[in-house]
């Protein structure tokens, strides 16, 4: 499989989580989130390296954290902006060479490697590819909580991280979005600006985000779910 850097926007509140600190130092059974997420790719041997965005005052932290599991394959801590876009524009200036790069939620602890590796392989010969699921419930829009409509669920995906891309093609779109002063949810977003086509490789659902407090608690039952399998 073709090799690929992963760039992690880590340097984010929390705040839905309610923590009070960085989501990310909070415990998932054994290990903090971030460091089960971190796993992830340490773990698979196409990952070439990881560059991780974070807050200035959680640097030490953050390296102590990766010092104390054992972490190798994090090769520098650069730091985040105000807003998710630039701290992955922070990651991206940082990286010093072409080839894949993946962004990945620092939060989102559970992908798996095969959806990894296709990701990968997409976006080795079209340029970008994203995760994502197909929506399950029905869909509709509201106007001060009336119902107006029904969307065809059919075409509606809801979409996870890793994203995956071509290095020049992520590149020039986040270039252009910081001199557009365009904000946009995701890289995909930014990509889909120059008309760029992105694929989507479908995931699986436990691909959570640890967002809410809720969150952690399927959190918990997946990894331990998860153990038992390898066992």
Request: hydrophobic residues 40%; glycine residues 6%.
């Given at each position: 499989m073709?090799?690929?850097?992963?760039?992690?926007?880590?340097?984010?509140?929390?705040?839905?989580?309610?923590?009070g600190?960085?989501?990310?130092?909070?415990?998932?059974?054994?290990?903090?989130?971030?460091?089960?997420?971190?796993?992830?790719?340490?773990?698979?041997?196409?990952?070439?390296?990881?560059?991780?965005?974070?807050?200035?005052?959680?640097?030490l932290?953050?390296?102590?954290?990766?010092?104390?599991?054992?972490?190798?394959?994090?090769?520098?801590?650069?730091?985040?902006?105000?807003?998710?876009?630039?701290?992955?524009?922070?990651?991206?200036?940082?990286?010093?060479s072409?080839?894949?790069?993946?962004?990945h939620?620092?939060?989102?602890?559970?992908?798996?490697?095969?959806v990894?590796?296709?990701?990968?392989?997409?976006?080795?010969?079209?340029?970008?590819?994203?995760a994502?699921v197909?929506?399950?419930d029905?869909?509709?829009?509201a106007?001060?909580?009336?119902?107006?409509?029904?969307?065809?669920?059919?075409?509606?995906?809801?979409?996870q991280?890793?994203?995956?891309?071509?290095?020049?093609?992520?590149?020039?779109?986040?270039?252009?979005a910081?001199?557009?002063?365009?904000?946009g949810?995701d890289?995909?977003?930014?990509?889909?600006?120059?008309?760029f086509?992105?694929?989507?490789?479908?995931s699986?659902?436990?691909?959570?985000?640890?967002?809410?407090?809720?969150?952690l608690?399927?959190?918990?039952?997946?990894?331990k779910?998860?153990?038992?399998?390898?066992?």
């Amino acid at each position: 499989m073709k090799k690929y850097t992963v760039l992690i926007p880590a340097a984010g509140s929390g705040s839905r989580m309610g923590a009070g600190f960085n989501k990310l130092f909070l415990e998932l059974v054994d290990k903090p989130i971030l460091i089960h997420t971190l796993e992830v790719f340490e773990n698979d041997p196409s990952c070439e390296g990881m560059i991780l965005s974070v807050k200035e005052e959680e640097r030490l932290d953050i390296s102590r954290m990766i010092a104390q599991f054992g972490i190798t394959k994090v090769k520098m801590l650069v730091e985040g902006g105000a807003e998710r876009q630039q701290s992955v524009a922070a990651c991206i200036h940082a990286h010093p060479s072409n080839g894949i790069i993946l962004v990945h939620d620092a939060a989102r602890p559970f992908i798996r490697h095969e959806v990894i590796r296709q990701l990968v392989e997409t976006a080795d010969v079209q340029g970008a590819a994203i995760a994502g699921v197909r929506v399950k419930d029905t869909m509709k829009t509201a106007s001060d909580t009336i119902v107006e409509g029904t969307i065809d669920r059919s075409t509606l995906w809801s979409i996870q991280t890793p994203q995956a891309f071509r290095y020049e093609v992520l590149k020039e779109a986040s270039d252009k979005a910081e001199a557009d002063g365009f904000l946009g949810t995701d890289e995909s977003m930014i990509v889909e600006r120059l008309g760029f086509p992105v694929h989507i490789v479908e995931s699986a659902y436990d691909n959570v985000k640890m967002t809410t407090k809720e969150d952690l608690l399927f959190g918990e039952v997946l990894l331990k779910h998860r153990r038992q399998e390898d066992v």
